[in-house]
T-cell receptor, first 113, second 117 residues
């Protein structure tokens, strides 16, 4: 069974632009969570989607948004990019909401210049 | 809010030796899950081992085992017979067992493990 896939793997943007990252969960998994990883703040939870609905949101500004499609694929969008948004963005999937194990994708490395 | 603390930013061990990584956490909940993930240079986050808080028995996965002390809120990872491929950043993580907000993992700051040949 294929693992979690994320596209693109690397992305370079300039301040003020917006970006969309994509995540395809493991086949059959319906819950997708997003995390931001930076050297200073470590790993921080962004949001979680299940059945096309955002179920939980971390402490990030409204510039960070996401959605989930009927096939469980998820996208996250960051508008008006800032230098501090440079990070590794990790997506994780699990079978159902409330199941205990999340499996991570390889991440998307976003660099904001 | 729950917090996870890894007090060892870096650890090193000789190949074939045993090493223990420390993790403590703070929570007011009685039911939760604990995890160790490893992140090699490829940056792929890989699940190493998980522990359900309601189980007293310590989880084991091949060369990896945990020492779960619920009362002390401690969750250490022991790696036996260390191999070069074990070199990575190791993260301890907490997850509530509540359905609402249940998928949120709270991570520690990580411990960088180096294996010396």
């Amino acid at each position: 069974k294929a693992g979690v896939t994320q596209t693109p793997r690397y992305l370079i943007k300039t301040r003020g632009q917006q970006v969309t990252l994509s995540c395809s969960p493991i086949s059959g998994h319906r819950s997708v969570s997003w995390y931001q990883q930076t050297p200073g703040q470590g790993l921080q939870f962004l949001f979680e989607y299940f059945s096309e609905t955002q179920r939980n949101k971390g402490n990030f500004p409204g510039r960070f948004s996401g959605r989930q499609f009927s096939n469980s694929r998820s996208e996250m969008n960051v508008s008006t990019l800032e230098l501090g948004d440079s990070a590794l963005y990790l997506c994780a999937s699990s079978l159902r909401q409330g199941t205990d194990t999340q499996y991570f994708g390889p991440g998307t490395r976003l660099t904001v210049l | 809010a729950q917090t996870v603390t890894q007090s060892q930013p870096e650890m090193s061990v000789q190949e074939a030796e045993t090493v223990t990584l420390s993790c403590t956490y703070d929570t007011s909940e009685s039911d939760y899950y604990l995890f160790w993930y490893k992140q090699p240079p490829s940056r792929q986050m890989i699940l190493v081992i998980r522990q359900e808080a309601y189980k007293q028995q310590n989880a084991t996965e091949n060369r990896f085992s945990v020492n779960f002390q619920k009362a002390a809120k401690s969750f250490s990872l022991k790696i036996s017979d260390s191999q070069l491929g074990d070199a990575a950043m190791y993260f301890c993580a907490y997850r509530s067992a509540r359905l609402q907000g249940a998928q949120k993992l709270v991570f520690g700051q990580g411990t960088r493990l180096t294996i010396n040949p």
